[in-house]
């Protein structure tokens, strides 16, 4: 008999009559490929198989609108009040459930935060009459009225009609959109003091969403699985805490099979990265939330929210805090994670960085990607994780064992060429080796041992403390050279800036023993503000200078918001629009809109960006007859288009 290695994450829960393999589910995200009318593309339900393919016993398909006409917050999200859609969900539906998945949408209606449907020219409401922020147009305010009881009525029966269109479509659940601060959210929220029986006393806040709930039960019959999904805090002043979370549970408990534990609400920016945790806060952040909500109820709970490690999750399920556990990044960074996980290969599963690049790229372009993925956003053949075999084996030379060398030897690889990977040090990983000791970097350090171990277990001749030169590319005799130099910090002119108290970054990242009690960096770029945040884990007292008007972070808008979050809480002096002059023994002198002034520093440190090594990538370009370039030596790049570069180059060749 084979013996598992996670006996209750693997274990089966039945729900509803309903069968699940396994303890992890594919958390709600939202439908980042969709046609015009917002219908589920190919590209789109490959994104959602690929979850059940690696061994989830649930995937939730995000943010699927009840009532496009009233409800609507964003773009992408489906329509569940267009029935015309039946032969898109159903398609939908039996991709993910043909792998022995069952396959959930998450249902939801914005209340007073439907954007869209406001923009669109139609009139909104929520619980109460509310204004709020209008993201698109600043001088036109969001105006929400109070939802008039004829509106009620039909938005419990827009969720219950959503609920059958989905159980008619081979869907086997459904998760009710609750909490986050959406219009069921909304309802419960203290402030609801509507004097009639949707408002006022606790029981009346309860009514809206246990008859979105009851009605749905109607509907779709006993052995059709309810999940809700609440707030078990908003963890923010003026939002409810734990104590309301498990009144909310208590009051459901019942009337739903499975009481999903989230945090958080969507409209107050600082919450955001609590909801979906940054790599500032510890792993499983949220799991107390449902710890404590498990206490007080029957129903069973899941918990969500910065879960990769299967020995957590198995400790989460082992000591009753859930009975399930819901991943979403993380199934993006590696989505065969449970099958991985049942079969007890823990080292190798590759760790989600939880550093929002995925979120921030769907904000900005639409899609969602992964910094350790590169398949995740790509084609058809790249999300099912199809590499193609080469159709003529050729000898490639990776020069370069960072991010981008790496992964372009894997892939080269993998598709079953042969493969020579030359690093100038003495170890694999590149210049992010020097944030090892970092602790919100652990999981970025996870990530480079993993593709280590992947590499050096490789069929690939890897050689270290290797200075590759053209004689020495030509002597190797490649088809294909992939050059992955990286580059090297950039240091300006500035007066001073070879003192005795000077030191770059990527010297005190190893060793921040050496920084004074009074430290000012040079750059506001991430590797310059997150080292202000290290050092103040620390005990150092950190000012950061920037030339430009605002800091850069890569892109990346939401780690944006998590770092300023951290500026706060450790005190950190950020200064834009300030010009270094000069570094004297007592610190920099700078200058910004109002003058010039001395910052004290007792160490000042350089993090003024990097400088391609492209001209020693492009030294090798005629020593083999194809030639690419990737990562840093092109420019600088993020972990994210490193990866996709290296990832790409291999595919080419």
Known sequence: MYAQKYPHLSSPIILANTYFR????AAPQGTSYSTYGNQPTDECMAFYERKAMGGCAAVCIGDAVVDTELGSGNGPHMHMDDFGASVHLDRLAR????????????????????RKSFMEGNTIYGPIETVTQNFHN???????????????????AKFADAALFAKRSGFGMVTVHGGHGWLLSQFMFPSNDRKDQWGGSFENRMRFPIAVADAIRKACGRNFVIEMRISGSEVYDGGYDLDYGIQIAKALDGHVDLIHVSAGCHEVDEVFTVTHPNMFLEDGVNVKYAAEIKKHVKTPVATVGSLSDPEMMEEIIASGKADVVELARQLSADPDTPVKAMEGRREEIAPCLRCLSCFSHLIQGGEYSCAINPKIGESLEYIYDIVKPAQRRKKVLVVGGGIAGMQAALTAAERGHEVILCEKSDRLGGVLRCEEK???????????????????????????????T???????????????????????????????????????????????????????????????????????TCTVLEMADTLTYGGNVLHGNALNLQFK????????????????????????????????ADTVV??????????????LRLCAPTFYIA?????????????WEGYQSAIDC
């Open 95 to 114: 991709r993910i459930s043909r792998h022995g998945a069952v396959a959930s949408v998450e249902l939801n209606h914005c209340g007073s935060s439907a």
């Open 569 to 600: 809480k450790y005190g950190i002096d950020v200064r834009t629009g300030t010009r270094a002059t000069a570094v004297t023994p007592d610190g920099v002198l700078a200058e910004d809109a109002e003058g010039q002034k001395l910052f004290a």
């Open 438 to 468: 970092v602790p919100f970097k652990r999981h970025l350090d996870e990530y480079l041992n993993y593709q280590e171990r992947h590499v050096q277990n490789g069929a690939i001749d890897v050689r270290l403390n290797v200075d590759v």
């Open 631 to 643: 990562g840093d030596c092109r420019s600088p790049r993020s972990v994210r288009e490193a990866n």
């Open 470 to 540: 053209p004689a020495y590319a030509e002597a190797v005799g490649a088809d294909v050279i992939i050059a992955a130099v990286g580059a090297r910090e950039f240091v300006a002119p500035i007066p001073g800036i070879d003192g005795q108290n000077v030191i770059s970054s990527q010297e005190l990242y190893m060793h921040p023993e050496k920084a004074g009690q009074k430290v000012v960096i040079l750059g506001g770029g991430l590797v310059g503000t997150e080292l202000s945040v290290y050092l103040s884990m620390l005990g150092r």
């Open 138 to 156: 600043r001088n036109r305010p969001i105006v929400a009225k109070q939802m008039p009881e004829e509106i009620i009525e039909r938005t419990i």
């Open 22 to 25: 396994n303890r992890i589910f």
């Open 606 to 619: 350089t993090a003024m960006g990097m400088t391609p090594n492209l001209e020693q990538a492009l030294s």
